[in-house]
């Protein structure tokens, strides 16, 4: 199984709403990752969690909020977003680097996230 | 800085024909490299990934890369329109499980 799930694939919210996305993976995957993904640009990486800690954050501002529940489960709770905030959220897994080969990470097929 | 560096394109080939696709990157240190399709409104999908000096194929594509000059391509052979998205290049650095993307090349092909 080389699947990575993210629900929900759509999500529309206001400036002053809570709302959380949700990621699972099954490849027995130790590393996780948040993604956030403008039109026509790369992905823009977030989070990552090593062995369900959080490892990088790059800079990210506090109304975005990580968690990792398990080694198969990742959150991004979403508090007091700004339109500027809208983009398509990919969440991805991999190995756990080791020096070798075997670390690509797969992605799943992202929210799209608007916020009004 | 590190950086990953591709032509934005469009890059247009006739169908049948073989695409090369270019990569160069900053990083001598990097150990892992990758190639992402990505069709419009969907995810990222990996295609290859090449850690050593030389040529990797999978079907109808190949990896190379060139740790001395820093560049990685991808070929792709007997190009069909199916085949028109963007390809994202993706480069790790060792010891960190963070990716450093290239901004993509479009990739047109017509019939």
Redesign the interface.
Known sequence: DTEVTQTPKHLVMGMTNKKSLKCEQHMGHRAMYWYKQKAKKPPELMFVYSYEKLSINESVPSRFSPECPNSSLLNLHLHALQPEDSALYLCASSQVWTGNWGDEQFFGPGTRLTVL | QKEVEQNSGPLSVPEGAIASLNCTYSDRGS??F?W?RQYSG?????IM?I?SNGDKEDGRFTAQLNKASQYVSLLIRDSQPSDSATY?C?V?A??????I????TRLAVHP
């Open positions: 150990q892992s990758f992402y969907k995810s990222p999908e990996l990934s850690y994202l993706a790790k060792g010891g960190y499980n963070k990716l993307f290239g901004a993509g």
